[in-house]
Every structure is written in structure tokens, then in C-alpha cells.
């Protein structure tokens, strides 16, 4: 806390690249229906971009997606 | 000084089973008072060091596993799942710094606490760049975009571990290995 004037924020080399690879491919299939995700197998999928920002958020609609495929409530 | 903390539950002191965690589990009352007294401890602490402002963002499984009531420092409560930012909503570039508390390994990662990556049931890897990451990363994106440093890491080694890797962070990682594998006590990892 002492240092926080002198801390910087993290930092990525960009543009960023998420590749999730789910447990099964219709997981990859509903991910794919969110804007940006490219997919690269059967089970994988990326999502690239230089905004970081909108690349989180498409990763957010991604998890949420898939979790209607998994969660019972 | 305002500080924003994510708060998940895994890397808690004290968690070392998925019964801990989890609503309606045996354990999870229990759970619950560690995870509470883990997040007071950070603010009590930034509070000595001067930090006047907290919102705080529950950020594990249903989010809505603190209440308000129950916090230090006046702390805003963001509770909830159907954020638009999720494990980071609420962070914007008016903070001074973020906390990441009670966070864990990435799935399948060496000796981490509880392992996974968002969801166990759906996710086998996430890789940011090409290198696998877990939440801490993923969550890192958030604050490199408001420009926020995250001046704190609470959790299971790993987590300090792969955050100090994945994003470029200045500082170094320390922490004590636990005692056993995945499922025992740890310490505390801090960046």
C-alpha cells in the first residue's frame, strides 16, 4: 500500500487472444453464437481483440451462455 | 484512496472442500464466516494504510455470499451473478487499486486450492496469448483497460504465481507452499 503511487497496471501485448476449450463441443457450438468467437476445434473456440474491455465482456456472454447447458438453478 | 476488491471464496484461509463453498452444502455456514473475516481483514488492513473508500464485488459462484451488514469500512456491496463484468463489475478508472481476495489456481494447475477456471462443469483450459491462465488473468484484462493496478493478491500460491506471469506485474510473489495437495489449509499468497 505504502508503493501504490508507483504500481502500474497490468499490461498485455496485444491484440489479446482468449482461447477457451470447453468439456464437450456443444459448449463450443453456444459459444460460438456470441459475436467474435472464431472456432479452432472441436471443443476450443478464441476470441480476439484489441479492447480489452469487449474482448472480457465477450468472454462473459460466453461463460454465461454455457453455463445455462450445466447449472441446474 | 479507493480501493475495489473481487472477492471469490476458494482461496480462502481455512477452505479446503467444495462443501465450504457451495449454498445449502453442510459447511458452507462456516464457509461463509471465513470467507467474511478474510475480506475484513484486507480492508482493516488497507484502512491502517490509509484506504477510506471500499467497493466490494462477490465475485464466487452466486455472488451473494457477504453481507453488507458485515463488512469493515463502510464498504459497498456489489452482489449477484447477471453482472455485465462479472467477477469485475463495479471497477472503473477511478479507483486507485484492485484487490484480488480469496482467489485460486487455474484448472488443472500444480497444488492449487479447489482448482478451476469460472466454471468446473463447462471450462477444461482458457489460454490468454497461448499460456494457460486462471481467473486472476482473466480478470487482470479489466483492470489493464481502466488502468488499475492490483496492488493485492490473496489465495492459493499458484494464483500469485500465474498472475505475476501472465500479465507483466512489477511486483514479486510471496506466499508459503501448503502442507499437503489441493485439498489442505494454505497461507495467504501476496503480490
Known amino acids: 500500500m505504502q508503493n501504490i503511487q508507483t504500481m502500474r497496471p497490468p499490461s498485455f501485448e496485444r491484440p489479446v487472444s482468449l482461447e477457451v476449450t470447453f468439456l464437450v463441443a456443444d459448449m463450443a457450438d453456444m459459444a460460438c453464437w456470441v459475436r467474435n468467437v472464431e472456432r479452432l476445434a472441436t471443443r476450443t473456440i478464441a476470441i480476439r481483440d484489441e479492447n480489452l474491455l469487449d474482448l472480457y465482456r465477450s468472454f462473459v456472454a460466453v461463460i454465461l451462455l454455457t453455463r445455462a447447458l450445466v447449472d441446474t438453478h | ?191
Open chain 2, 1 to 191: 484512496m479507493k480501493l475495489f476488491l473481487s472477492t471469490d471464496f476458494e482461496g480462502t484461509s481455512g477452505i479446503v472442500a467444495w462443501e465450504q463453498i457451495i449454498e445449502g452444502q453442510a459447511e458452507y455456514a462456516q464457509g461463509r464466516v471465513l470467507l467474511t473475516n478474510e475480506v475484513n481483514a484486507v480492508i482493516a488492513g488497507a484502512q491502517e494504510a490509509g484506504a477510506d473508500e471500499f467497493v466490494v464485488n462477490d465475485a464466487h459462484s452466486f455472488m451473494r455470499n457477504l453481507h453488507p451488514q458485515d463488512l469493515l469500512g463502510n464498504a459497498t456491496l456489489i452482489s449477484g451473478r447477471h453482472k455485465p463484468l462479472y467477477m469485475m463489475e463495479g471497477l472503473d478508472s477511478s479507483f486507485d487499486g484492485a484487490l484480488f481476495v480469496s482467489y485460486h489456481g487455474s484448472i488443472g494447475a500444480e497444488r492449487a486450492i479447489l482448482s478451476h477456471t469460472y466454471n468446473p462443469r463447462a471450462i477444461w483450459e482458457v489460454r490468454l496469448n497461448g499460456e494457460i491462465v486462471g481467473e486472476s488473468g482473466i480478470n487482470a484484462l479489466v483492470a489493464a483497460h481502466y488502468g488499475v493496478p492490483i496492488i493485492l493478491v490473496s489465495g492459493d500460491e499458484v494464483t500469485a504465481r500465474e498472475l505475476a506471469s501472465q500479465c507483466r506485474l512489477q511486483a514479486s510473489a510471496r506466499g508459503s507452499q501448503p502442507r499437503c495437495a489441493e485439498y489442505s489449509d494454505h497461507a495467504p499468497a501476496l503480490l
